[in-house]
């Protein structure tokens, strides 16, 4: 913890922060950290937890990306790394034990019946994304079960995605039992994000030896586009994008939530991918609008740092500031409301900075992340780390005592990447899981 210098302890008793941090160290050529850390790593056992309840996504993404993260930038020289994504695998494996092959979002890994239940109003995310994690695994183990795992719940999002209440969209919530979609909810937010994310990135991860998934994120953009994507109405008529959330209805285009989430801001990124898969300029134009949106929402707080969720006013035509709208929120013009203050040092804007950057290699997208990493550090650095914000709507915000784990993952490593050489885990050699783990491609012990 940043302020006190305690601890928390939310994720199974396997040291978060110092797993989920091992490729940032490697690559940062943090060495003799790097080694200290595989000393403790070689003392924590993955196959049984500390606490009687595991989440299966979290676990995924930080753990077991973390350990085929580290596995693969370090070349791979530490064989003890692949062993534990493989005891971790196998621990994660018993929670599809399902009827339908979804896995049950918490794993009460001690009560264990022979078939787990499915469940009402699971957060679509967290059975939608471990398709990178399973499917690395499963390369450089050689063990296909891990990816025919992840293959049923894409057979299963595949089969719905024409069907739901706006089709081509899953709604932000799923009935594992049918599965069944039945919700009105949708979003590219929380809840919804990383499912979106990974479609462009496991199909580069595979080669592009299916087309499942890249038809999957095209059939999904359209309709992203067309309603999830909005200008707002900005001081000065930005050409920015944001995204909003959507409340399908009876009759009719669905209704947009102008709200905005600093989680949705991995937008601009994922579309650029996208953009760079299809060749295409006109996406490409769209993924430099999203990010663009995002970098706007730091340059417009008193703090520079952009707030959790905030509202603007969405753009009928024509879009055209006027005095009437203006609102004043944290002495800047252009919010209708802070929904949350906070900032709590997510990465999701730096990354698609990031990703802009690598893309285009035009330095203005240094020069705004230069910028974005100054009044962070500023803000949130203590005596020992870096702390989450409690209101970045005050000239100082204040800190509270939480830094989570991928402060140390993402954030700071895509700052760090932001201003390496190119080929410092090239885009043409390596995917990032959302938790900014890196996997290599083209590198297989098994065709999938």
């Known amino acids: 913890m940043p302020l006190s210098g305690g601890q928390k302890d939310p994720f199974a ?27 403790a790593l070689d003392s924590i056992d993955f196959s049984t937890p500390k606490a009687e309840r595991v989440p299966v996504f979290e676990t995924t993404i930080r753990f077991l990306g973390g350990l085929l993260g580290a596995y693969d930038v370090s070349g791979p020289k530490y064989p003890i790394i692949l062993q534990k994504a493989d005891q971790l695998g196998e621990f994660l494996l018993r929670a599809f034990n399902t009827s339908t092959g979804i896995p049950v979002p918490y794993f009460w890994w001690g009560k264990q019946d022979d078939i787990l239940q499915g ?76 499912l979106y994310e990974y479609l462009p990135k496991e199909h580069i991860l595979l080669g592009g030896n299916t087309d499942q998934y890249l038809r999957m994120y095209r059939a999904a953009l359209g309709p992203a586009a067309k309603y999830h994507f909005f200008q707002p109405k900005t001081p000065g008529n930005q050409d920015i994008l944001f995204t909003g959330s959507l409340e399908a209805r009876s009759e009719g285009p669905p209704s947009l939530n102008p709200d905005v989430q600093h989680l949705g801001c991995y937008a601009g990124g994922m579309v650029g991918l ?33 707030p959790e969720i905030f509202s603007v006013e969405a753009c009928q035509s024509p879009c055209e500031w006027t005095d009437e709208n203006a609102v004043e929120l944290g002495h800047q013009h252009g919010f209708t409301r802070v929904v949350d203050s906070s900032y709590q040092l997510h990465p ?78 090239s885009l043409d050699d ?9 996997f290599r491609q083209r590198d297989s012990s098994i065709e999938l």
């Open 430 to 438: 390596f995917v990032l899981n959302t938790e900014a783990h890196p």
């Open 119 to 194: 469940e009402n109003n699971v957060i679509i995310a967290q059975i939608g994304s471990l398709s990178l994690e399973f499917t690395r695994l499963a390369q450089l183990t050689g063990k296909r079960k891990y990816f025919d795992s992840i293959s049923k719940i894409t057979n299963h999002l595949d089969a719905a995605q024409n069907h739901t209440r706006i089709p081509g969209l899953w709604p932000s919530t799923i009935d594992t039992k049918g599965p069944s979609f039945p919700s009105a909810s949708f979003t590219l937010g929380a809840f919804s994000d990383s």
């Open 13 to 39: 008793g396997w040291a978060a922060t110092l797993v989920d941090g091992l490729d940032t160290l490697y690559i940062m050529g943090l060495q003799e950290e790097f080694d200290n850390a595989l000393k």
């Open 348 to 425: 999701e804007a730096i990354e698609s900075v990031f990703v802009m950057y690598r893309i285009t290699g035009d330095p203005i997208w240094q020069e705004r992340g230069w910028k974005m990493f100054k009044v962070i550090v500023k803000h949130t650095r203590t005596a020992i780390a870096n702390s989450r914000l409690q209101d970045v709507t005050n000239p100082v915000p204040p800190q509270e005592d939480s830094m989570e784990s991928f402060w140390l993952a993402e954030t700071l490593k895509y700052f760090f990447l932001l201003f390496s050489e190119p080929d410092v885990i």
């Open 274 to 306: 996208g953009a760079r898969i299809n060749n295409s300029p006109e996406e490409l134009a769209m993924a430099i609008r999203l990010t663009n949106g995002c970098v706007w929402s730091y340059q417009n707080t008193a703090s520079g740092i952009m």
